[in-house]
């Protein structure tokens, strides 16, 4: 099985300066808790490159376009304290060709159920 960077590499992201960036390794952390390695089994790098692609694609978008892209933001207020939240959907995934790549990859990856 191929590692996150081997997959990485190999898809070389076009505009995307992952190689140097100190936050790669911290972003890899993250995609991991999102993905489910029962779900994903042997595909479970795959999932958590896509994450990371797509993340540092809408970065690369933002930069171009001059615009944050992100899920839906929700504000609440708690004591006088306005909390702002962006909250993450398969929505977001579709803003790039690798999201939409992870979104086929977890639909495609089903966990049967035997009752």
């Known amino acids: 099985m191929a590692s996150v960077i081997e997959i990485v590499q190999a ?3 076009e505009g995307i300066a992952w190689e140097n960036d100190s936050r790669f390794s911290s972003r890899v952390s993250l995609a991991q ?3 489910n390695t029962f779900q994903f089994g ?3 790098n795959e999932a958590v490159a896509l ?3 797509h993340w540092y694609a ?3 978008i933002s930069n171009i376009v ?3 892209l992100g899920g839906a933001l929700s504000a609440t ?3 006088g304290q306005s909390i702002s939240m962006l909250n993450e959907s ?3 995934y579709s803003a790039t060709d690798y999201g939409k790549e992870y979104i086929d990859l977890r639909d495609s990856c089903v966990i049967g159920i035997i009752i």
């Open 11 to 13: 898809r070389e992201p």
């Open 33 to 35: 808790q999102r993905v």
């Open 42 to 44: 042997s595909r479970t």
């Open 51 to 53: 994450i990371v692609m």
């Open 58 to 60: 809408k970065d690369h």
């Open 66 to 68: 001059g615009a944050r």
């Open 77 to 79: 207020s708690v004591g």
């Open 90 to 92: 398969k929505d977001d």
